[in-house]
């Protein structure tokens, strides 16, 4: 079993940054691949970015290419998602995900593990 929690949502200008965290336990962290999506009220949850186990392989929706780093640090568990140029349209409650499986996955189905999300605000 793997627990995830996010840090680091809240409210900010249209062209602010924020830098989301998550945080998981119970498995080795080494072992999961990651990721970042989100959902916007009213709308499906979305792929926001992916990061490999050794953070060496990354990938983008491209919404938010450019804009957006994905990143992790195994040795403190951690997971990050550096969100620069904010815009409204990135308003949503993000969350992180995990799954075990090889390869790159941009499907919510495809993860086994869940943060309970974090919510970010972009005003115009």
């Known amino acids: 079993q793997v627990q995830l929690v996010e840090f680091g949502g809240g409210l900010v200008q249209a062209g602010g940054s924020l830098r989301l965290s998550c945080a998981a336990s119970?498995?080795?962290?080494?072992?999961?691949?990651m990721g970042w999506f989100r959902q916007a009220p009213g709308k499906e949850r979305e792929f926001v970015a992916w990061?490999?186990?050794?953070?060496?392989?990354?990938d983008y929706a491209m919404s938010v290419k450019g804009r957006f780093t994905i990143s992790r640090d195994n040795a403190q568990g951690t997971m990050y998602l550096q969100m620069n140029t904010l815009k409204p349209e990135d308003t949503a409650v993000y969350f992180c995900?995990?799954?075990?499986?090889?390869?790159?996955?941009?499907?919510?189905?495809?993860?086994?593990?869940w943060g309970q999300g974090t919510q970010v605000t972009v005003s115009s």
């Open positions: 995900a995990a799954r075990t499986s090889v390869g790159v996955s941009y499907t919510e189905s495809e993860y086994d593990y």
């Open positions: 119970g498995r080795t962290f080494q072992t999961l691949r």
């Open positions: 990061i490999s186990r050794t953070g060496i392989s990354t």
